[in-house]
Structures are given as structure tokens and as C-alpha cells.
């Protein structure tokens, strides 16, 4: 059966466990009818981890409880996806009771050291040969997955440190033709291995990864290129580099914790200064505004008309020596609030120049000092909102989200190929991105560019035709250098970190 090779193999889950005997007493016992498999189904090891950690769970909020630690979820629920990440604020109280449990489970004994790992468990150690299995020992994992710390295997040989030219990274010094080795590179990512080399004290040596890539893997080949696919085939021995940690990459490679902070932004070219239009002293006040005042200033004055025609004060006599034609029916007196004349004194007013007549009814200057309060607070808003308008440089961006960029088609907007942006469109669930993903991938020309640099330039030269999706930090560092003609918009659209990357099983990665 086995080719007369002995197979060992390691077993978790102890069928001679008190509390793994009661759960399968439980288990036959089910109703056939709700769970017609329960018979038929051997207990797997994951269901006993499963079991076991909903067990630790449960016994780290009793410890709460009992410690009186209040870690209800009070408010609003948090967003999944903010940016930047929102904390629990009683994370650190529960992080704190996981380490604390220590309980008997199905797959033996449970507790965590300090870095949440867990110690002290026991292993069964089989040995299956042709005329069949049986226990050969038992191994306590009182250290699990320790790894020597001894650095002798890389003290005495030189570390080969893949990177990638990427500003302000890693960059050629200017005279870096007369320079040789390390000497030749300059930018943060090379002082980063500078100091670990320092520290750890081991020689080192820069090398450029060749095809210019931060790693992906081929579809197809299933073969991972750039600086991930160096330390994957054994080319390298540490990544010192822009390597954003992904779930993906941290399937064949380790990474640090993470050295710098960022996420997926926007780039676009940085938009004219809008000209001066016609009307362009309308803008300080919203147009709904203008017409609310256009209405104001008619009702007013219809308002004052009419108030000035039902006032015996308004109407008064001219004062003249001249005789009445026909004392019999002598003229009206005359009303100088007339229609016209009520515009023309509440223009004058929201002018604040005035004009030759006033109301002398207390009805009309009531109306006519509502009218001038009114244009008092109209005008200074309008002189502050101006001085603001003339001062600010104000320049038309037609994106400010990632939403602009799906809603739309005029504009082209794309990725760095081979990274882990281009990976995060293509395995995202989220509608907005999954639209961009579908753009993407199906453009033509292809917007997806060999390097970051090609990305700036298209942005650069595409006359505001193209958006480049990049890091923010490196968004934000090409947007301060000459000749500043690129600018981020809207935020990040996730939240992530640049780690230092080992081989899996690396001594490196458990140096101090």
C-alpha cells in the first residue's frame, strides 16, 4: 500500500480526551432527521479547532465580565472600509483577555504567549506502515515554531538585497557612474537596509530587480516575477523595497510588520487656472441666492406700493400759490410711491446709494428699514465671499473620487502591471471597483503600465485624459517635485503597508 515506506504523520485531536469522548457521545446522539450526516461524518480536526475557538472566545469575555470591562459597541457601527482605519477602542482589553485564557479543549491544552501564539499543546506523532498505523510518541509544543535566532549561516557571506528603482525610494545618485556597489544608490529603502545591516550586523549587497516589478503571479504559469518571484526561486535573501503586504504575496513569502502606512490614490494632471467669465461676479453667492434676492427686491416694492397707496401720509399737497382751475373738483393729491418709484428706491437701498424720496408713513419705513437690514447683511457676505473668491486660486478638477472615475469614460484611468494595485481591482467585491476592474482590463490602448514613471509621464502628457491609480505616498512626493503638474485627488481608497519581505523560513525574518 505505501511501497514499504514508513509515513509519519501528527495528530492534534486525542480520541482518549475526556471532552473530545463527551462531544461524540453528543455527536451520535443528534437527530438523524436535522442532521442526517452526523452519523456518517468522522470528527475533523478543523471542526475541533473551530470548536475550540469559539471556546477560547467565550472564556475571554467572562473574564471580562468579570473584571467588569464594559466592551459593548455603543453608537454607529464602524465602517469596514474607512479609511484611514477606525479602531475598537476596547480591542486592546480583549486582545489583552485572548492571551490570558488558558483552558482545556478538544484539541488539548489552550494558552498564548505574549505574541498571541499558541504554547504548550501537545502533538501525537504516528507512524503508518504497510501492516498499519500506531502512536510512536507524543511531542509537548512548549515553543511552537520557533526558529534559531543563531545568524552565523548569514554572518559570514554577503546578503543579496533585491529592490526596485522607484523615487524617493531607491534612486542613482548623480555621479553614480563613478561609484561602485552600494555607493551608487541613495533614497529611503536603501538607509532602511543601511541601518537593518548595521544592526543585525551582516554584509550586504543592492541589486535591481531585473525586469523591473514588484511581483505577481502569472495566471497562467503560475510563476511569480519581480522582486517577490527573487526571494520565491532563492535569487535573493531580503527585500528591501516600495513592497506593499498583501494576503496573496504572504502565501509564499514573509514580511515584516509594516514600515510605512499608506493606500491607492489618484493621480491626475494638475488642471488651468479657470479664467474670469462674464458673469464671474455672481460666484461668490450660490445661484439660488441671487434669485431669492431677485424676489425679495420685487416683493419689497410691491410691498412699499402698496403700503404707500393705503397711507394718507403719503399723499400730500404741492405747496404753490397757484389757484385750482376748477375749484369744483380739485386735482388729487399727488403720491410719489408709485410703482416705478418703489423699485427705484429699494434698488437704490440694496445699492446702498439712496435716492431723492423716502416713506414718511411709520408703515413704509418700516418696510423700507426691514429692506435696508436685509441688503446690510447681503452686501457683507457678498464683499467677504469676494475678497475670498479673488484671493483663493481657483482650478476646476473634473474628478474627485473614485466614483467620478467609474461613472465616466472620457477620461482613461489605470494601474501599474504586475503590482499589488492592479491585484486589489481585480479581486475586489466592491461594485465601484469591480466597474473600474471590468474598464480596465477590457481598454484599448492597455492602460496598464510597466512602471511608474511610464504611468506619470502618461498622465503628464495625456492633457488631462488619464488618471493613474497609484500609492499615495509616492502620489503625494511626485506632486511636490517640478514641474508640479500632477495632483492627488479625493482619498485613499484602501489602507495597507510597505513591509521588509524573506523567503518563507527565512533566518532573516527572525532576526533582532
Keep these: 500500500m505505501h511501497g514499504g515506506a514508513n509515513v509519519t504523520g501528527f495528530q492534534i485531536v486525542n480520541s482518549e480526551n475526556p471532552m473530545v469522548q463527551q462531544f461524540l457521545q453528543r455527536w451520535i446522539r443528534l437527530d438523524e432527521r436535522e442532521f442526517p450526516e452526523a452519523k456518517n461524518s ?191 526561486y532563492g535569487r535573493a535573501d531580503i527585500a528591501v523595497a516600495p513592497l506593499t503586504i498583501t494576503l496573496v504575496r504572504e502565501e509564499v513569502i514573509d514580511f515584516s510588520k509594516p514600515f510605512m502606512s499608506l493606500g491607492i490614490s489618484i493621480m491626475i494632471k494638475k488642471p488651468q487656472k479657470s479664467k474670469p467669465g462674464v458673469f464671474s461676479f455672481l460666484d461668490p453667492l450660490a445661484y439660488e441666492i441671487w434669485m431669492c434676492i431677485v424676489f425679495a427686491y420685487i416683493g419689497v416694492s410691491v410691498v412699499l406700493f402698496l403700503v404707500s397707496r393705503f397711507s394718507p401720509y403719503e399723499w400730500h399737497l404741492e405747496d404753490n400759490n397757484e389757484e385750482p382751475r376748477d375749484p369744483q373738483n380739485p386735482p388729487d393729491p399727488p403720491n410719489e410711491f408709485g410703482i416705478f418709484n418703489s423699485l427705484w428706491f429699494s434698488l437704490g437701498a440694496f445699492m446702498q446709494q439712496g435716492c431723492d424720496i423716502s416713506p414718511r408713513s411709520l408703515s413704509g419705513r418700516i418696510v423700507g428699514g426691514v429692506w435696508w437690514f436685509f441688503t446690510l447683511i447681503i452686501i457683507s457676505s457678498y464683499t467677504a465671499n469676494l475678497a475670498a473668491f479673488l484671493t483663493v486660486e481657483r482650478m476646476v478638477s473634473p474628478i474627485e473620487s473614485a466614483e467620478d472615475l467609474a461613472k465616466q469614460t472620457e477620461i482613461a484611468y489605470g494601474t501599474l502591471d504586475s503590482g499589488s494595485t492592479k491585484e486589489f481591482f481585480r479581486r475586489s467585491k466592491i461594485a465601484v471597483y469591480e466597474k473600474m476592474w471590468s474598464y480596465m482590463k477590457s481598454a484599448e490602448p492597455s492602460v496598464f503600465t510597466k512602471t511608474t514613471a511610464d504611468g506619470v509621464a502618461r498622465v503628464r502628457k495625456s492633457k488631462g485624459k488619464f488618471a493613474f491609480l497609484l500609492e499615495s505616498t509616492m502620489n503625494e512626493y511626485i506632486e511636490q517635485r517640478k514641474p508640479c503638474d500632477t495632483m492627488k485627488v479625493g482619498g485613499n481608497l484602501d489602507s495597507k503597508g510597505y513591509g521588509v519581505a524573506t523567503p518563507k523560513g527565512s533566518a532573516l525574518r527572525w532576526v533582532e
Design 42 to 232: 468522522p470528527l475533523k480536526y478543523t471542526s475541533a479547532l473551530t470548536h475550540d475557538a469559539i471556546l477560547v472566545i467565550a472564556e475571554a469575555f467572562r473574564y471580562l465580565r468579570r473584571q467588569r470591562v464594559d466592551v459593548s459597541r455603543r453608537g454607529s457601527a464602524g465602517d469596514c472600509l474607512a479609511n484611514p482605519a477606525v479602531p475598537w477602542s476596547q480591542g486592546i482589553d480583549i486582545e489583552r483577555a485572548l492571551k490570558m485564557v488558558q483552558v482545556q479543549g478538544m484539541t488539548g491544552n489552550i494558552q498564548f504567549d505574549t505574541y498571541g501564539r499558541r504554547t504548550n499543546y501537545t502533538i501525537d506523532v504516528y507512524e503508518t506502515k504497510a501492516t498499519g498505523s500506531r502512536k510512536v510518541s507524543s511531542q509537548n509544543m512548549y515553543f511552537p515554531w520557533q526558529v534559531s535566532n543563531d545568524t552565523s549561516s548569514v554572518e559570514n557571506r554577503t546578503i543579496v538585497v533585491t529592490t526596485i528603482l522607484e523615487s524617493p525610494y531607491v534612486m542613482y545618485k548623480k555621479n553614480h557612474e563613478q561609484l561602485e556597489g552600494n555607493e551608487r544608490y541613495e533614497g529611503y529603502c536603501v538607509d532602511l537596509a543601511y541601518e537593518i545591516a548595521k544592526h543585525v550586523g551582516i554584509k550586504y549587497k543592492l541589486s535591481i530587480v531585473g525586469d523591473g516589478k514588484y511581483g505577481a503571479r502569472d495566471p497562467e504559469s503560475k510563476i511569480w516575477n519581480g522582486m517577490v518571484g527573487e526571494l520565491v
